[in-house]
């Protein structure tokens, strides 16, 4: 068994009802549970939603640092609904590289859904890039914050850092591919048992797949990845990494 911890097929933008279908169907008949996350008020409900009508499927519920802009005032009004199928807060955070929301308001909304965390006693899934100079600092405002950092690219010192303060490091298709000989070298040296394996489907697909819709299912070309480089069998990281992700989310 696997755990695709951060896909989003739920998502009618890039997958229609036929293909989010599909694609989960292909998942379970390939023995893998997925968490449907959200981006925005609207595609969380739309989260579960799907996930309250699929087995081993969860959600996750947050507004992504892109859309902040738009608010994030109905993901308050999800959470309260307490819905079974909820299991985390996200993807949550800060995006510096492009700016799509102003960097005043993509903190604003970080903290009140950190908050949010905070009072369900909820994982967070963050979302960061080229911000952890401000990230790190906003975090430690808020105390108990247990969570992943979702696809994760930063620096070794940024994973250090995340690694001590109890967080998960979230690797998907991206590990598969980079040339970065930095990023392979860290990669390498994450430890088995604060990893998640994840897709972000239909977004950055693993190889041997390049070029293709990535899927749920390709979570174990990942997992193959990350056994292969460590010299070690798939099986063994399918159950460190799915026992991860049970711990974290109580799935």
Known sequence: MLVDTHCHIHDHEFFDTAAAEEAYLNARTAGVSMICVGTTQPDSRA????????DATWAIVGVHPHEAKDGVADIGAILAE????????????????????????????????????VDYRLPVSFHVREAYEDFWP?????????????SFTDTQANADRALEQGLYIGVNGISTFTRDAEQQKMFKN??????????????LTPEPFRGKINT?????????????????ETAEVAKITSDNAKSLFAI
């Open 216 to 232: 749920p299912a390709y979570v174990s070309r990942v997992a193959d990845f990350h056994a292969e480089i460590r010299g070690i």
């Open 138 to 150: 906003i975090l430690a405002n808020f105390s108990g914050i247990s969570g992943v950092l979702h």
């Open 190 to 203: 994450l430890p088995l048992k604060r990893i998640l394996l994840e897709t972000d489907a239909p977004f």
């Open 82 to 117: 307490k819905h079974e199928k909820i299991v985390g807060v996200g993807e949550i955070g800060l995006d510096y590289y492009y700016n799509h929301s102003p960097r005043e308001v993509q903190i604003a909304a970080l903290e009140q859904q950190l908050q949010w965390a």
């Open 47 to 54: 989260a579960v939603e799907f996930a309250a009508a699929h």
